[in-house]
């Protein structure tokens, strides 16, 4: 149980499908991220979220559009995506935006593009 | 840019032995250095956090050192056992954001 929980584990859509990713933190934490991770590729940030307010947007595509309702939940809506999509989506928590406390990481959601 | 270099990208070691990992970043205007683990199919775990004013953190086995001026960090494992097979990834805090750059990681294979 890593407090932060992140549904659903796996998902296989069609490029003209709509389907959303959810993340919940238990921790108490302020600010949550999306992050992309695709194979022999780094870790790249998609969103940040700070006290429920979106602080950061690196350049992504709009066929990805987040959601923050409040501090815990996170949402990443994802429609008309291409197949180059396919990736491992993490969702992380921290105390604070300003990268001085330790990022926790979900499982992750494993997205398959056809 | 901020860029962050890990080598090797894979490395195997039998159990016992003590490994060194490591990890170089072009930019040292840094706030932080992170080391986290990643489990096949799992989140990260973090490790260690640096902060750019200290020199190293430790936390049992791992010892996590940091120069910044000349721009690296290396991660120490101590006696290592198959249970730390996993991939090890640094990330640095840096920027107007303070964003995270990530490495691409070592992938670490402790053999029984």
């Known amino acids: 149980e890593t407090g932060v929980t992140q549904t659903p584990r796996h998902l296989v859509m069609g490029m003209t499908n709509k389907k959303s990713l959810k993340c919940e933190q238990h921790?108490?934490?302020?600010?949550m991220y999306w992050y992309k991770q695709s194979a022999k590729k780094p870790l790249e940030l998609m969103f940040v979220y700070n006290f429920k307010e979106q602080t950061e947007n690196n350049s992504v595509p709009s066929r990805f559009s987040p959601e923050c309702p409040n501090s815990s939940h996170l949402f990443l809506h994802l429609h008309t995506l291409q197949p180059e999509d396919s990736a491992l989506y993490l969702c992380?928590?921290?105390?604070?935006?300003?990268?001085?406390?330790?990022?926790?990481f979900g499982n992750g959601t494993r997205l398959t593009v056809t | 840019k901020q860029e962050v270099t890990q080598i090797p990208a894979a490395l195997s070691v039998p159990e016992g032995e003590n490994l060194v990992l490591n990890c170089s970043f072009t930019?040292?205007?840094?706030?932080?250095l992170q080391w986290f683990r990643q489990d096949p199919g799992k989140g990260l775990t973090s490790l260690l956090l640096i902060q750019s004013s200290q020199r190293e953190q430790t936390s049992g086995r791992l010892n996590a050192s940091l120069d910044k001026s000349s721009g690296r960090s290396t991660l120490y494992i101590a006696a290592s056992q198959p249970g730390d097979s996993a991939t090890y990834l640094c990330a640095v805090s840096s920027g107007s954001a303070r964003q995270l750059t990530f490495g691409s990681g070592t992938q670490l294979t402790v053999l029984p």
């Open positions: 921790l108490g934490h302020n600010a």
């Open positions: 930019d040292s205007a840094i706030y932080n």
């Open positions: 992380a928590s921290s105390q604070d935006r300003g990268y001085n406390s330790p990022l926790h």
